[in-house]
């Protein structure tokens, strides 16, 4: 049995004939392309119109690298505010505490201008304790019996009078506050001489004139100094301002309010007066305008009724000092 090969079909014939007319169209079109540049023009349109194409292929990648870009640009920027913000914290503490430094700095400072004439014999404490109780206003100082501080000793700062030592031991002593209700102070009218005595009320803010006789030349406005009845303080340191005056309940005397000079409830340190004479301090004629020269520091117990019924009558003229 013989076999004989299968004739080709037309359809495998017409494939083969495609195959080779392409590939002789492709070999045609390189031949061109290399020996003239007639194809270059369709080749860039062909690039222009296959632009959309390559961008939204590379699209995916892309997006990946912005992502990654982005989520490192957001962690460098919270390392950058989070370095920031404490940098600021440090540098706002700093400038609190430069700021609070110059506060004090110019509190000493106007404490110092107090004895700026030389001759005035101060001794400066810090405070330790400060006790604004209505019933109750105390400062306690961290200086006692050991630096000099005795009971009965004036205290003052850049303002005027703050009170008296009442206590002391080896290394601390206690300021009676004028504000305090058991304490009160002899003091003088700048204006017109007019003695008066003035006690605490329990307040930081406040202190109380009862029993201005109605004859009295006083009004609101007046400087009030301490006149040195009583041996208690020095005459000619600021008090307070009379801030108002009213008739008491009877009509027959008036009650007025002073706003006192010194400050009761700030301030980191207090000027002790020491014994001697002296000429008033600077700071006293800054606020009084006025200078007297006193009978020097005497110590004495509370203000009796006799030296209440002076303090309603006018004070001789002081004379200035030299």
């Not at 002899?186 to 007019?194: A, C, D, K, L, N």
Request: no cysteine.
């Amino acid at each position: 049995m013989s076999y004989s090969p299968a004739a080709p079909r037309s359809g495998d014939v017409a494939g083969t004939l495609r195959l080779l007319a392409f590939l002789a169209i492709s070999v045609g079109l390189l031949v061109a392309d290399h020996h003239g540049e007639w194809l270059s023009r369709a080749r860039a349109q062909a690039n222009v119109a296959m632009q959309p194409l390559w961008w939204l292929a590379g699209l995916p990648s892309r997006l990946g690298r912005n992502v990654r870009e982005d989520a490192v640009t957001r962690g460098l920027l919270a390392e950058d505010n989070h370095r920031l913000r404490n940098e600021l914290l440090v540098a706002n503490a700093r400038l609190a505490r430069m700021q609070a430094a110059a506060a004090e700095n110019q509190r000493l400072r106007a404490m110092l201008d107090a004895t700026d004439d030389g001759r005035m014999d101060v001794q400066l404490a810090p405070i330790l304790d400060i006790d604004l109780d209505p019933t109750r206003q105390r400062l306690t100082l961290r200086a006692g019996s050991r630096e000099g501080v005795h009971i009965g000793q004036s205290v003052i700062d850049a303002g005027g009078v703050l009170g008296q030592i009442i206590g002391t031991t080896p290394t601390t002593s206690t300021v009676l506050l004028l504000t305090d209700p058991d304490h009160a102070i002899p003091v003088e009218v700048v204006r017109t001489g007019v003695r008066l005595i003035v006690y605490g009320q329990g307040r930081a803010d406040l202190l109380r004139l009862p029993n201005v006789p109605l004859s009295s030349d006083v009004e609101p406005g007046d400087v009030l100094v301490t006149s040195g009845l009583g041996g208690r303080f020095p005459p000619g340191f600021p008090v307070g301002r009379i801030a108002t005056l009213a008739p008491d309940d009877s009509r027959a005397f008036l009650v007025g309010e002073v706003m006192p000079t010194a400050q009761i409830d700030r301030g980191r340190d207090v000027l002790l007066l020491r014994e001697g004479r002296g000429p008033l301090p600077a700071v006293a004629r800054r606020a009084a305008g006025w200078t007297a020269v006193g009978a020097g520091v005497a110590r004495g117990g509370d203000v009796d009724p006799a030296t209440a019924a002076a303090a309603a009558a006018p004070a001789a003229p002081a004379e200035a000092a030299p």
